[in-house]
């Protein structure tokens, strides 16, 4: 069974910086389009990047210039870079399919930007 781990998360000023880690208990993202999802407390989920198998990316408008995702093909994991954090992107960040697979939520990791 797949089991997908995301790390990187923390506590960061506004205008700060963090790299988010999304690794597979198996080869896994090499052969799938990947996307990267927060949840904000009484907010619902939203996809924030996706990319695709053959490295095709897509933003939430709202990051655009600021997120960037790309995969490690040597580590098999998915990154999301993060930079010029805003306190409106404080969520719970998962990685997971696009679109999601019920089956591969993780416990995501938190992302908390002070202003």
């Known amino acids: 069974q797949v089991r997908l781990v995301e790390s990187g998360g923390g506590l960061v000023q506004a205008g700060g910086s963090l790299t988010l880690s999304c690794a597979a208990s198996?080869?896994?993202?090499?052969?799938?389009?990947m996307g990267w999802y927060r949840q904000a407390p009484g907010n619902q989920q939203e996809l924030v990047a996706e990319?695709?198998?053959?490295?095709?990316?897509k933003y939430l408008d709202s990051v655009k210039g600021r997120f960037t995702i790309y995969r490690d093909s040597a580590k098999d994991t998915v990154t999301l870079r993060m930079t010029n954090l805003k306190p409106e992107d404080t969520a719970v960040y998962y990685c997971?399919?696009?679109?999601?697979?019920?089956?591969?939520w993780g416990q995501g990791t938190q992302v908390t930007v002070s202003s």
């Open positions: 997971n399919l696009s679109p999601p697979d019920g089956r591969y």
């Open positions: 990319i695709t198998e053959s490295g095709r990316s």
């Open positions: 198996v080869t896994f993202f090499s052969l799938n389009h």
